[in-house]
Structures are given as structure tokens and as C-alpha cells.
């Protein structure tokens, strides 16, 4: 019932910034999450946002480096990195959740996917 699309991601030097967003079809007022897959590996969290805004929680691998953030009247939510490292190369998923939530499987509806790419 929500679509969701990411963009923004794209071929970034390690040490440099990115800032993704997701656009969602109609207004939400969902928790949202960012998600990440590399290639041979499972699907990770990163980060998540209460449908206010008023509550952020990262996994350990962002933490400090990525923010997450949702301005509702635009109907969007970004994921703004800095600090880029090679490991942070993934696909990566916004998605609208159930709650607000670090697991994967609480989340409803999902976006297509950005590719970034972090060269060293």
C-alpha cells in the first residue's frame, strides 16, 4: 500500500559523503529503516527512524558516521554518510515497519534499492 524508492547512491571515494533518500507514494507515518546488502552476504540493518523523527537508533557499523532522518511533509526519508569506508559498499533498502525496529522481519514494504560503491 506504500511504495517506497530510494536514490542517491552512486561511486564515492572512501572518506567521502553520500546522502540517500527514499520517496514514499503517499504520506506515511510509519517507522522506517535503511537496510543494507552486499553481494554474498545477508541483509543488515542500519539504521531506523520512529514515524516522528523524535527517536533514531543505529547499528554499530554507521554509528557516528550515518544519520537518519524523515521530513513527512515531503514525504521522505534520508540516510545522510559520511566517512565512507569500502565495507559500507552495498545495496541499500529503505523500508516502512510495523514498529520501530532493528529486525528486518518487522518491516512491511520496501523499496527497490540503491547501489553504493565505496572505492578505496
Known amino acids: 500500500q506504500v511504495q517506497l524508492v530510494e536514490s542517491g547512491g552512486g561511486l564515492v571515494q572512501a572518506g567521502g559523503s553520500l546522502r540517500l533518500s527514499c520517496a514514499a507514494s503517499g504520506r506515511t507515518f510509519y517507522p522506517m529503516g535503511w537496510f543494507r546488502q552486499a553481494p554474498g552476504k545477508e541483509r543488515e540493518f542500519v539504521a531506523a527512524i520512529s514515524w516522528s523523527g523524535g527517536s533514531t537508533y543505529y547499528a554499530d557499523s554507521g554509528k557516528g558516521r550515518f544519520t537518519i532522518s524523515r521530513d513527512n511533509a515531503k514525504n521522505t526519508v534520508y540516510l545522510q554518510m559520511n566517512s565512507l569506508k569500502p565495507e559500507d559498499t552495498a545495496a541499500y533498502y529503505c523500508?516502512?515497519?510495523?514498529?520501530?525496529?532493528?529486525?528486518?522481519?518487522?518491516?512491511?514494504?520496501w523499496g527497490q534499492g540503491t547501489q553504493v560503491t565505496v572505492s578505496s
Open positions: 523500508a516502512a515497519s510495523r514498529s520501530f525496529s532493528t529486525d528486518l522481519n518487522e518491516y512491511h514494504n
